[in-house]
């Protein structure tokens, strides 16, 4: 093994290793792969939920360790086990909720935990929520009855960017808001708790320094961690916001972008 490869690779799905049509390209599969076959850890860093993992945790051959929900779960996809997680309380919930309806009536919310979720009557479903097995429809206190690994709150007309800003004055001092989905779709862990703030956690358990580590990522909800990190690429279809603030940039996730990197870096 080269003292030149980097100890620990932390990659982005959706948008950055994850195609256009949702597959991962058998190339980018064989790149990961060359990761933990150095000896280095993968770690994959998403804003999905735990539930949403078991499709990727077939593809790459189970491999690696998950932060998802933005950092609030850390899972292993070795076992499909939970190994911490970092919960937004119910009160913290309600407050957020009657704060963010107030500044805007059109919000509509739902909750994360760590194997379902439950959202207002009246929550726009994505593609990946409608399909889903666990989710549940409920009404006014039931919402925020329970801990939950992460609040989403969805406005059907309004830029992520400026409702995110907004947003973050109305209630920064209780959770920490993102997006990454290209809509109006809001998310929030609870209050310093991002994918960055996970990654340094896990490091710091296995003595990996931030030099040591290469994030891949797209969109806002990286942003943490590709800062921390101490070599960052966005992909090129990456948002402006990401491409402005990463120290190098990959192709496109449509181009195995991703995969291009490691084969470098892992040859």
């Known amino acids: 093994m080269s003292d030149l490869m980097p100890r620990l690779i932390a990659t982005?799905?959706?948008?950055?290793?994850?195609r256009t049509d949702g597959s991962v390209s058998a190339r980018?599969?064989?790149?990961?792969?060359r990761v933990e076959?150095?000896?280095?850890?993968?770690?994959?860093?998403?804003?999905?939920?735990?539930?949403w993992m078991r499709d990727i945790a077939d593809v790459v051959g189970h491999r690696g360790i998950a932060i998802c929900a933005n950092g609030a779960v850390v899972h292993?996809?070795?076992?499909?086990?939970t190994v911490r997680?970092?919960?937004?309380e119910p009160e913290i919930l309600a407050t957020v909720v009657d704060r963010l309806r107030g500044a805007f009536p059109d919000f509509r919310f739902a909750v994360e935990h760590e194997s379902e979720f439950v959202c207002e009557m009246n929550y726009d479903l994505g593609r990946w929520d409608a399909e889903s097995i666990g989710g549940r429809r409920v009404d006014g206190?039931?919402?925020?009855?329970v801990a939950g690994t992460k609040l989403l709150a969805f406005h059907p007309d309004r830029d992520p960017d400026r409702l995110a800003e907004r947003?973050?004055?109305?209630?920064?001092?209780l959770v920490t808001v993102t997006h990454s989905s290209g809509r109006g779709l809001l998310e929030m862990s609870a209050q310093g708790v991002t994918k960055a703030s996970a990654l340094a956690e896990l490091c710091a358990e296995h003595e990996i320094d931030a030099a040591d580590v290469v994030a891949f990522g797209d969109m806002p909800n990286d942003l943490p961690m590709l800062t921390w990190a101490g070599t960052s690429y966005g992909v090129a279809?990456?948002?402006?916001?990401?491409?402005?603030?990463?120290?190098?940039?990959?192709?496109?996730?449509?181009?195995?972008?991703?995969?291009e990197v490691l084969e470098r870096l892992f040859p």
């Open 237 to 259: 279809n990456a948002h402006p916001e990401v491409l402005r603030t990463v120290s190098r940039r990959a192709g496109a996730n449509d181009d195995d972008g991703v995969a």
């Open 76 to 81: 292993d996809l070795h076992t499909e086990s």
């Open 167 to 173: 947003a973050g004055k109305e209630v920064g001092d």
């Open 12 to 18: 982005d799905l959706d948008g950055t290793i994850v």
């Open 28 to 33: 980018t599969v064989a790149a990961l792969a």
């Open 37 to 51: 076959r150095a000896g280095r850890m993968l770690v994959l860093v998403t804003g999905r939920p735990p539930r």
């Open 85 to 88: 997680a970092r919960l937004i």
């Open 141 to 145: 206190e039931e919402l925020v009855g």
